[in-house]
């Protein structure tokens, strides 16, 4: 079952997808504010997944969540933070804004790191190769090196694609990773 989520009447994706607030990464942005991410894992995990699991009756085997630019921040997010029990098992986190917060989410994993020595998960990490950053590099690097116990990764430069040419390419690559 695929599940979409989007907004009825104003765009509150940058609040919803980002934490810690830091308005200064887009500064032009008509976003109502920054730093919602915690509250939108309580949305899933408290309202979007009941709802979907006790109502509707159906029961997944695994909850996976994919998402692009900011919604690739909030899914490495939403994976590495500690403060709420994510309801996602696995990621697809495809042309991440990891500049996004001053590369907050560099520290996060840091953080993560020295507390843990597993992450049991499985993420694609994907970008296109027409936007590959320094940024992105590094943070395939910092994952792909852990030794995390029981994380599965991968990482893709999908070819020829630009950041505004990567969702569906990301998206069916992280399920078929995912799915395996």
């Given amino acids: 079952m695929l599940v979409s989520v989007s907004y009825k009447n104003r765009d509150e994706r940058d609040t919803d997808f980002t934490f810690p607030e830091h308005k200064k990464d887009f500064p032009m942005g008509g976003s109502v504010g920054y730093g919602g991410a915690n509250k939108f894992i309580l949305f899933f995990k408290d309202e979007l997944v009941p709802h979907i699991e006790v109502d509707l009756k159906i029961k997944p085997i695994e909850r996976s969540i994919y998402g692009h630019s900011l919604g690739g921040y909030f899914c490495l997010y939403a994976m590495l933070q500690d403060q709420i029990e994510s309801p996602?098992?696995?990621?697809?986190?495809?042309?991440?804004?990891?500049?996004?917060?001053?590369?907050?989410?560099?520290?996060?994993?840091?953080?993560?790191?020295?507390?843990?020595?597993?992450?049991?998960?499985?993420?694609?990490?994907?970008?296109?190769?027409?936007?590959?950053t320094a940024q992105f590099i590094a943070f395939r690097d910092i994952l792909e090196n852990r030794g995390y116990g029981d994380f599965k990764i991968k990482t893709e430069l999908i070819n020829k694609s630009g950041h505004n040419n990567t969702q569906s390419t990301g998206f069916i690559n992280g399920l078929n990773f995912i799915l395996k």
């Fill in 88 to 132: 996602f098992d696995n990621y697809i986190a495809v042309s991440t804004s990891l500049f996004y917060g001053d590369s907050y989410l560099f520290d996060l994993e840091q953080e993560y790191f020295l507390k843990n020595d597993s992450l049991s998960t499985k993420l694609y990490f994907g970008t296109g190769d027409l936007e590959a």
